[in-house]
């Protein structure tokens, strides 16, 4: 028998390997250390629940993976109440608007005027950083380039999950398991396939995004409606710029040069004035596809998706990240009823209360991609969009239903 080396873990040996397999006990067993799987950790933390964290990739690799950068006010609050908002406060970048341009003319959402609400500008990779070192200073096992991840039992009151590390078979026992692992894990394919219903949709285009070591061009985010395609120029801090542009979904990069981006930028982001884009050094670029997906439920007996391991939403509305938060607020809500009262109920209900959320952002999102692009075909869309474009700009009632929806709904 292995010694333990730690107060909840103990040696069995395992007749189907020939090395024991090493087991440790907590309540949650999390997988994944994204945005949900550390929220939830950090939350349950707070609360005094115990979890483990398991992420196939190294630390490195999740702290400087660039992804989204805009946040919600309620999530905000959220990362502030959970003590790991300090450099969120001091670094990130609070906007009370953003720029749609269409026409050779820009046109703001006022967010103070229409909601009293502000977003923040803040990379998802930052957050990562924030929360992974919140965890590991309250002593949170978080363990990083795990192998051959896989659930077991969670149907029954002993789910457990394996994994392998140094060449080891490892065991977590625990109550309930979180499936945080994204669109590609391993949690959501492991439910039975007739006990879930998806809902897809593809669309026919992706975005080319880069990071550019260039002053941001504009104070404000600007999305861009154009007859070339859509744009949006967004940022990370004062001296990062973070750009997109519609192209196609299997866009080949090796056919993008940096003065080819550029000049696709200029185009499209271009309005009446004398306006430009300010270029810079391209530190990072690639393409990514666009896709609606939600999966009902959202729970299967003891195991819970979360965040993208359960929907995925088109980039448009920068609801990803949000919306991952949102969903392990109702998880770690239920979870600490369920520890405090003994009671299910919360539990019972996880799926049903976040897909409410889920499908009204779903809504915005496609909503906000529909209007942006351009998608070739029947000149009538072109129109029709045109139109959508002059009454959300120039409509306080649709200027307001815009800015609700982007600065973030009231949570559950
Ligand atoms: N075993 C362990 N970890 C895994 C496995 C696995 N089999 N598969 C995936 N993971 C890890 C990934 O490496 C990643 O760190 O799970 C984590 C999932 O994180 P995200 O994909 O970021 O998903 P989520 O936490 O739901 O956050 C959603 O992140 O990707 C963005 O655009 C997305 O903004 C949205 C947000
Ligand atoms: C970003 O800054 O990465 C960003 C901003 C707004 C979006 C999508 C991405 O809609």
């Known amino acids: 028998m292995g010694l333990r080396k730690h107060p909840d873990e103990f040696a069995s040996y395992d007749p189907h390997e020939s090395k024991q397999v090493t087991q440790i006990r907590t309540q949650v067993g999390i997988v994944g250390a994204g945005p949900a799987g550390l929220v939830l950790a950090h939350l349950l933390h707070l609360e005094g629940i115990d979890s483990v964290v398991l992420e196939n990739r190294s630390r490195q690799h999740c702290e400087e993976r660039i992804r989204a950068g805009v946040l919600e006010w309620g999530t905000v609050e959220l990362l502030n109440q959970m003590g790991v908002g300090e450099r969120m406060q001091r670094e990130g970048l609070i906007h009370y608007g953003i720029e749609i341009r269409f026409g050779g003319r820009g046109h703001r959402i006022d967010f103070k005027d229409l909601t009293g609400r502000a977003i923040t500008v803040y990379g998802q990779h930052e957050i990562i950083k924030d929360l992974i070192r919140a965890r590991l200073e309250s002593n949170g096992q978080i363990f990083f380039e795990v192998e051959d991840v896989s659930v077991h039992q969670f149907d029954t009151e002993y789910p457990s999950i394996r994994y392998r590390q140094d060449g080891n078979t490892h065991e977590i026992r625990c109550d309930f398991i979180a499936g945080c692992d994204g669109f590609h894990g391993i949690c959501r394919p492991a439910i039975p396939t007739d006990a879930l219903t998806v809902y897809e949709r593809v669309y026919p285009f992706g975005w080319l995004g880069i990071l550019a070591e260039a002053a941001p061009s504009s104070e404000e985010l600007i999305y861009a409606y154009n007859d070339c395609g859509f744009a949006l120029h967004s940022m990370r801090s004062p001296q990062i710029t973070r750009l997109y542009l519609q192209c196609s979904p299997d866009e080949d990069l090796a056919k993008w040069p940096e003065d080819r981006i550029w000049q696709e930028l200029q185009t499209r982001l271009a309005d009446d004035s004398d306006w430009r884009l300010n270029e810079g050094p391209i530190l990072q670029k690639g393409v990514t596809g666009m896709r609606s997906f939600v999966v009902e439920p959202m729970q299967y007996s003891r195991m819970f998706l979360a965040g993208d391991a359960a929907h995925i939403v088109p980039p448009t509305g920068a609801k990803g990240l949000n919306l991952a938060v949102a969903d392990v607020r109702v998880l770690a809500r239920a979870l600490k009823h369920f520890y405090s009262l003994g009671r299910t109920n919360l539990l019972d209900q996880y799926s049903v209360t976040c897909l409410r959320r889920v499908w009204r952002v779903q809504r915005f999102s496609w909503w906000m991609t ?43």
């Open 370 to 412: 529909s209007m942006l692009h351009r998608h070739e075909g029947n000149p009538f869309d072109q129109r029709r969009q045109l139109a959508e474009l002059d009454y959300v700009t120039s409509s306080r009632a649709a200027s307001q239903s815009l800015a609700e929806n982007y600065v973030g709904l009231p949570m559950e």
